[in-house]
């Protein structure tokens, strides 16, 4: 029989600690790190929110924390163009609207912002429905440490049985987290309130997205 280990000797579990902490990247949340240790690469992280919980500004919070690492993100719901601004927005403590009402207030500024945000190392995919196979396609060309997707929902699925779509796609992205080594944070709506509901988001308000939080290593719910 394979896989039996013998107690008395630990030390490939001294040697399997060590490599695992050297691959641990923070998430630069200390409540967060406690939790789950940091970033491992081959993990899959489930972000849950109801619409306007702020999902895709905590994801850029975390896209921002790791800096410097080759991430690529996919912003179904959001232009490149508006995505950056929002990060501009987030990264340097500018007020969104202002960015948006009144663009001057980057006059001489702007150069260096964007020459900063090339120490990023970010892609952006801003294709309002992309495949599985498509999102496969760019990790294999670009090679990412992290893979950002907002949100989840938007990934391509069958009109007729969108369940079992769910279910395979998110096997499928976990499975390109573990053969390409990356970590995938996973954005994902909640279904809609129902009468009975405190509003407190729970595990149970994936239902309906496949097997969304069985799959996942690690679940996290937004609430306001």
Same mark, same amino acid.
């Given at each position: 029989?394979?896989?039996?280990?013998?107690?008395?000797?630990?030390?490939?579990?001294? /040697?399997?600690?060590?490599?695992?902490?050297? $691959?641990?990247? =923070?998430?630069?949340?200390?409540?967060?790190?406690?939790?789950?240790?940091?970033?491992?690469?081959?993990?899959?992280?489930?972000?849950?929110?109801?619409?306007?919980?702020?999902?895709?500004?905590?994801? @850029?919070?975390?896209?921002?924390?790791?800096?410097?690492?080759?991430?690529?993100?996919?912003?179904? /719901?959001?232009?490149?163009?508006?995505?950056?601004?929002?990060?501009?927005?987030?990264?340097?403590? %500018?007020?969104?609207? $202002?960015?948006?009402?009144?663009?001057?207030?980057?006059?001489?500024?702007?150069?260096?912002?964007?020459?900063?945000?090339? =120490?990023?190392?970010?892609?952006?995919?801003?294709?309002?429905?992309?495949?599985?196979?498509?999102? /496969?396609? #760019?990790?294999?060309?670009?090679?990412?440490?992290?893979?950002?997707?907002?949100?989840? @929902?938007?990934?391509?699925?069958?009109?007729?049985?969108?369940?079992?779509?769910?279910?395979?796609?998110? =096997?499928? %992205?976990?499975?390109?987290?573990?053969?390409?080594?990356?970590?995938?944070?996973?954005?994902?709506?909640?279904?809609?309130?129902?009468?009975?509901?405190?509003?407190?988001?729970?595990?149970?308000?994936?239902? *309906?997205?496949?097997?969304? *939080?069985?799959? #996942?290593?690690?679940?996290?719910?937004?609430?306001?």
């Amino acid at each position: 029989m394979e896989n039996i280990i013998d107690l008395k000797d630990l030390s490939w579990f001294k /040697e399997y600690l060590k490599t695992r902490n050297s $691959d641990m990247i =923070s998430t630069g949340y200390r409540t967060i790190n406690s939790y789950i240790g940091g970033y491992q690469p081959g993990t899959v992280i489930l972000i849950g929110g109801r619409p306007g919980t702020g999902k895709t500004t905590f994801m @850029q919070n975390l896209l921002n924390e790791v800096r410097g690492y080759r991430s690529l993100v996919f912003s179904t /719901e959001t232009s490149k163009e508006r995505f950056i601004e929002k990060f501009i927005s987030l990264a340097y403590l %500018i007020s969104y609207r $202002d960015i948006r009402e009144n663009p001057k207030i980057l006059n001489g500024k702007l150069d260096t912002m964007l020459s900063d945000l090339l =120490s990023y190392n970010m892609l952006i995919c801003d294709t309002p429905r992309p495949t599985v196979s498509g999102i /496969e396609e #760019a990790v294999i060309m670009h090679k990412p440490r992290f893979l950002f997707i907002d949100y989840f @929902q938007n990934i391509h699925v069958d009109n007729y049985d969108k369940v079992s779509s769910y279910a395979r796609n998110i =096997s499928e %992205i976990e499975r390109i987290a573990k053969n390409n080594n990356l970590t995938v944070i996973l954005i994902s709506q909640l279904k809609r309130l129902s009468s009975e509901s405190t509003g407190i988001p729970e595990l149970d308000d994936f239902k *309906e997205t496949g097997k969304l *939080e069985e799959v #996942a290593h690690v679940a996290m719910l937004l609430y306001q």
